[in-house]
C-alpha cells in the first residue's frame, strides 16, 4: 500500500493482478473514522435489480519483520486460537453431518 486513505475515505481500482475469474474485480483501501485502514476488493455482479459491485472488507495483509523463519503474510492483528485439546464445548456427537 503506497498511502493510507485519510479517515473516511478509500479508493477502489481495477485489479491488475487478476489470476483466475474468482478473484475481485477490483481492490482498494478505505480508512475508517478512528484511522485503521481496511483492504477492499469488489466483483462485479448482476441481479433483479441491475448490475452491482459486491464489497468485501477485511484487516490488510503486513509482511512480516524479522526472522520469523516463514515468508506468508500475517494479519495486522493476530487471532486467538484455541489450544490443542482444549474443549470448546461442542463433542464429536454434536456435528450433524
Known amino acids: 500500500m ?3 486513505p485519510e479517515a473516511g475515505k478509500g479508493s477502489l481500482n481495477t485489479n491488475d493482478k ?3 475469474d474468482k ?3 477490483y481492490k ?3 480508512t475508517d473514522p478512528t484511522g485503521k485502514t481496511w483492504e ?10 441491475g448490475e452491482f459491485i459486491r464489497l468485501s472488507i477485511k ?7 524479522g526472522g520469523g523463519g516463514s515468508d506468508a503474510p500475517q494479519r495486522q492483528e493476530s487471532r486467538q486460537r484455541a489450544s490443542v485439546g482444549q474443549d470448546d464445548g461442542f463433542g464429536d456427537s454434536d456435528i450433524p453431518f
Request: hydrophobic share 40%; aromatic share 14%; proline share 7%.
Open 59 to 65: 484487516e490488510p495483509y503486513v509482511a512480516q519483520t
Open 40 to 49: 477492499l476488493a469488489g466483483w462485479l455482479r448482476s441481479g433483479s435489480y
Open 28 to 30: 482498494g483501501y478505505v
Open 23 to 25: 478473484a475481485p474485480l
Open 2 to 4: 503506497a498511502r493510507a
Open 18 to 20: 487478476r489470476t483466475n
